[in-house]
T-cell receptor
Framework: DQQVKQNSPSLSVQEGRISILNCDYTNSMFDYFLWYKKYPAEGPTFLIS?????DKNEDGRFTVFLNKSAKHLSLHIVPSQPGDSAVYFC???????????FGAGTTVTVRA | DTAVSQTPKYLVTQMGNDKSIKCEQN?????MYWYKQDSKKFLKIMFS???????INETVPNRFSPKSPDKAHLNLHINSLELGDSAVYFC????????????FGPGTRLTVT
């Protein structure tokens, strides 16, 4: 039973434009949310996170928004760059929990 | 300097064999993990060790046995390999206490023929 869902398997965006990736979750005990970026033949790399006490967190070109009532989070990348082409995974954990539950990933392709 | 390393990167073996994958982290973390990424690309946790103590064991067949000789190492031994074990296995580590970022190794692609 997938508790974290990324319903868009792929996203194509033009360089310089905004990329918006979406993630939904079903477990109301999730308290901490993360985005990972993965290039082929490499391990996932931590990108940005947000705690449930916040609704927004920014780090440079990356912003994560959390809507707890809707059990939804999104990742905005502005502006998108060719190096952003990768698979992006949404993940979540319960308070103090060691287990990360991952979504299936969204493949982002940034077109020049 | 690699933070989380795994060996080997690729492993091709026949059904019924026993194999091991090694993982080492130099981040000073107390907690280490094994994840499996299957053909559908889902990343699922298998095991977690905190200070050499098993804290997560996610309904994994007992043919899989993790071993943590010290905080910096977590190895995965697989007995009697089956076709369905073919996957990419990722090691990860994090600070103790849970609820934080986990840092992943490059993965080991296991192919069972």
């Amino acid at each position: 039973d997938q508790q974290v869902k990324q319903n868009s398997p792929s996203l194509s965006v033009q360089e310089g434009r905004i990329s918006i990736l979406n993630c939904d979750y079903t477990n109301s005990m999730f308290d901490y949310f993360l985005w990972y970026k993965k290039y082929p033949a490499e391990g996932p790399t931590f990108l940005i996170s947000i705690s449930s006490i916040k609704d927004k967190n920014e780090d440079g070109r990356f912003t994560v928004f959390l809507n707890k009532s809707a059990k939804h989070l999104s990742l905005h990348i502005v502006p998108s760059q060719p190096g952003d082409s990768a698979v992006y995974f949404c993940a979540a954990s319960e308070r103090g929990g060691y287990k990360l539950s991952f979504g299936a990933g969204t493949t982002v392709t940034v077109r020049a | 300097d690699t933070a989380v390393s795994q060996t080997p990167k690729y492993l091709v073996t026949q059904m019924g064999n026993d194999k091991s994958i090694k993982c080492e982290q130099n981040l000073g973390h107390d907690t280490m993990y094994w994840y499996k990424q299957d053909s559908k690309k889902f990343l699922k946790i298998m095991f977690s060790y905190n200070n050499k103590e098993l804290i997560i064991n996610e309904t994994v067949p007992n043919r899989f046995s993790p071993k943590s000789p010290d905080k910096a190492h977590l190895n995965l031994h697989i007995n009697s390999l089956e076709l369905g074990d073919s996957a990419v296995y990722f090691c990860a580590s994090s600070h103790a206490g849970g609820g934080g970022e986990q840092y992943f190794g490059p993965g080991t692609r296991l192919t069972v023929t």
